[in-house]
């Protein structure tokens, strides 16, 4: 199946989830969105208020900033995906509880393969505790890491910065830096797929000579 309808029926059954008591104080879900065949999946930590009144991820004041964020390095929202940790709104936007992080796990576990990016960026802590466990945001803020299979660029949360704004500027500056983290990841995938290929096949036979190829040794050999 192709990455979009993967995504679009993790979305649906995100639509109907009750694992978690976040079920019954939401007013919506919020799957995620963007670009099905984006290389970059972006994972903040959970819905707020105007997530959950609109069903769509990042769209309030965080939201803003993030698409600053972006735009300052010519990026769009549909240039990459992003989802959350929990897909429902934690009321009065306290941190989602453990459980809670759990029982939306398998749903991001999902739409990571059905993307398969490059590249994850963690947006904050949860996320941050998510594909980096253990990890300080202070020591690995804008740091390509590979672990568990995923190479991850870890930001601050742009929530952080509207709070605290010196973070706003090492946002900005570890964004400058996507790019380049994005290229990296990519060469390396690109090398690991040519060594495994190598792996697997045994020496290629020299190739048949053909008529044409007697003919270029002759040439060169004249
Ligand atoms: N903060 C998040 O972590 N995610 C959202 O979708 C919005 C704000």
Not at 140 to 151: A, E, F, M, Y
């Amino acid at each position: 199946m192709q990455p979009a309808s993967l995504l679009q029926e993790i979305a649906e059954e995100i639509r109907g989830c009750t694992r978690c008591p976040l079920a019954r104080a939401r007013t919506q879900t919020v799957p995620g969105e963007g670009n099905p065949i984006s290389d970059v999946l972006l994972v903040g930590e959970g819905p707020g208020a105007r997530e959950d009144a609109t069903g769509r991820p990042f769209v309030g004041p965080a939201g803003q900033l993030l698409e600053e964020l972006l735009a300052s390095i010519g990026w769009e929202r549909r240039d990459v995906f992003i989802a959350n940790i929990v897909k429902c709104r934690p009321p009065g936007n306290r941190d989602p509880e453990p459980e809670e992080i759990a029982a939306c796990r398998p749903y991001l576990e999902r739409q990571e393969a059905a993307l398969d990016p490059a590249l994850i960026v963690t947006l904050g802590r949860h996320s941050l505790q998510r594909y980096l466990p253990g990890a300080r945001i202070s020591s690995v803020h804008g740091q390509l890491r590979r672990q568990g299979g995923w190479h991850v660029f870890p930001m601050y949360h742009p929530a952080a910065a509207l709070h605290q704004a010196s973070l706003r500027e090492t946002l900005f500056a570890d964004m400058r830096g996507l790019p380049a983290a994005l290229l990296a990841a990519r060469e390396a995938i690109d090398a690991e797929r040519t060594e495994s290929v190598q792996a697997i096949s045994p020496d290629p036979a020299p190739p048949a000579p053909t008529a044409e190829t007697d003919d270029a040794e002759q040439m060169t050999l004249f």
